[in-house]
Structure formats: C-alpha cells, structure tokens
C-alpha cells in the first residue's frame, strides 16, 4: 500500500543518523577500504559527535511531522538497542503503525486491516536493516557488505563525497558526505535487480542533542519530514515493539490523536469545497477540540469563526429531537 511505502521510506531516512557508527574502538578500520575512505568514514563520525557519544545512546525517540502536499501528519519514530524499531504516522485515513522486535517486522493500517500483518519479505528486509540500530557495520564482512568511494557528486555547488554501499542482500545504498563538513547530506536506493527505489533523501538543518549532531530537515523525494523533538536514552517498554495478537491488544486513539485525524480530515474536505462549518469536540463534558473551517459568506470572502451564527432554521430540531431520543 502506499501509505506503507511512505512509512518505509521515512524509516530509511532517519537510519542515517547512526549510518557509521560500526566499529567497537575508534582505532579499528575496514581494511579493504582505502585510506581516504577510512579517513572520510572517521570524518563524519567525528562531525556527528564522536564515537563515544553515539555509541552511548542506547534508544531514541523522535517526534516529527510528514507534510504531504502541504498537509502535515504527526510521526513518532521509536529506536532501541539492540534492534528494536517502532514508527508510527496519522494520515488523514488513519494511523499506520510498523514495527520490529528483533524477530518479526509488521504493519497496521487501522483504517483498511482489522488485524497486524507481517511485512512481504522484501520490505522487512530493508525494514529490519535499519533497525540495526547503527551497528550496520559491525562485522561487516560477515554481513556481506562492501564500502566503496566512489567519486565526487555536485550538490547545488557544492562538493560531496559519494560512497556505495553494497549488502549481501543486494540492496545498494549511496551516501553523499559534504566536502566541508562531512555530514550526511544525501541517500539514495537500488535493489538487487538494479532497479532505483524511487527514493532520495537530502539532509539539512543540522542541530546537537547532547553532543549528537541530527538532521533535523529531511525531504524525501519531494516531501519532507522536519523534527521538532529528540529525547535520548528514554525508558521504553519493549512491548511496542511486538505485533499485537488481537485488535484489542492495539493501542488506541488518545484524545490529542483523535483531534489530529479529526482536523486532518475536516481540511482535507474543507479543501474539497465538501463541508464548512464550526466543529466542537467533547470528552468526559470538556471541551476538547473546537475549531472553524471554510467560507460563512464567499460573495464577500469572509470565513467561518466558532462564534458564526448559521442560518439553519428548524433544522437543529432534528438534532435536538436524536440527542433527547439517545437519552431515553
């Protein structure tokens, strides 16, 4: 499905974070690999806090958001040592939910599946690959992987080190490092069968959290996915990580979740010209959610307030009359 793709692809981008953090002492190196090519890997190492600092982060927890077409979804990014991986993103339709637990890779789409399902074998293979939790280079040969620097690539004037990754699966990964910085600044795809992913990943707004450097923009051929928190060495339950059994055993919607689908939707059928009005939302007797959408008057340009009056005559006595009838 493609919300599934795009939950995939979103995964990939932020495995560059720990992209190198691959040896146990900063002394080891890859031997076939050549000098300046070691050199370049320590570089960026170095560039993203060393490898005492990245080797120290045990978990992380990324809140973001997925803006579509001018649209913007929350997403919420779970990582774990050693392999433990769990994102999770509200379309307008629903959430999405993947996850890993060190054994099985699966999804959820709430709005189309009654049940979790387990990823096809291709996409749990690049799923659970990045959920290596930067360790992606640990005994690399044994892994099947290869390093290779490839040349210089032009990004909008500017020079960047490119370097090709092979694994033993026959998935083929391209790392762009800036000449100046060497920060991680661009990532592409192709498959075993050469054929491209269609996914390109360019890298900025580079910022610290306790000495680690993160990308804090990524635009995912053509969308992006801007960070707006990183919380580090967190507790997390390993529960999340495992496919629920039953639809009972999914977490379900908080009331801030619910909102968000809620005004997601509202704008997305405002956009449409298929609804205008005032919506209030409420919980336990309190007002939760209250917001305008659309045009009160479009002669004159004037839009809904959640204080506008409407012209619906006898109509709310409909309303009135269910609502009374729900309480009998």
Known sequence: ???????????????VFFMFVSCQHKEEKWEENTDEL??????????????EK???VKSLKITAKYVQRGREMPLILTIKRPNFIHAKILFPSGPLICGYDGKTAWWFDRARLSEPQTLTAEEALIFTRYADFGDLFVNYEQKGQKIELIGIEDMDGQKAHKLKISSQNGIIRYVCLDAKNFHDVKESYKSKNKKEF?????FKDFRAIDGVM???????TGEQTIIERIE???????????IPQKTSQTDQLSASEFVQQLDAYLETNTEKDIFSGVVLVAHKGKPIFKKAYGMADKERNISNQVNT?????SMNKMFTAVTIAQLV
């Open 1 to 15: 499905m493609k919300n599934k793709t795009k939950v995939i692809s979103i995964i990939l981008s932020f495995s």
């Open 38 to 51: 070691n050199e370049l890997i320590e570089k960026n190492i170095n560039a993203r806090g060393g490898y």
């Open 54 to 56: 990245l080797r120290a």
């Open 198 to 202: 269609g996914l390109e990943v360019i």
């Open 214 to 220: 993160f990308p804090f923009y990524h635009n995912i």
């Open 232 to 242: 580090m060495n967190i507790d997390i339950d390993d529960s999340i990580f495992k």
């Open 309 to 313: 009056k409407f012209c619906i005559g």
